[in-house]
């Protein structure tokens, strides 16, 4: 299991398009993962889990990956993730 922490520097933080865009990276990895802010954990493979998690601009989340592809599911999605 790996995590990393990341900033949210989107101005609109993880509304809809940049949940989605987050989401479609994740979903082309076979590993699990998991976004979590301010105590709340969701699968970011589930659209309607991140949005629910309510996250906005300047707002910490940690991101999780555990399975056989984690690193480079980790490395890429934090590049899209930072890309928003």
């Known amino acids: 299991m790996l995590t990393r922490e990341l900033v949210i520097n989107n101005s609109q933080g993880l509304h809809a398009r940049p949940a989605t865009l987050l989401v479609q990276k994740a979903t082309t990895f076979k590993c699990e993962v998991s976004i ?10 589930s659209l309607i889990g991140v949005l629910s998690l309510g996250v906005n601009k300047g707002y910490s989340v940690k991101l999780i990956t555990n399975g056989t592809d ?10 899209v993730v930072q890309g928003l």
């Open 36 to 45: 979590e802010c301010n105590g709340k954990c969701a699968n970011a493979k």
């Open 70 to 79: 984690e690193e480079i599911a980790l490395e890429e999605i934090t590049a």
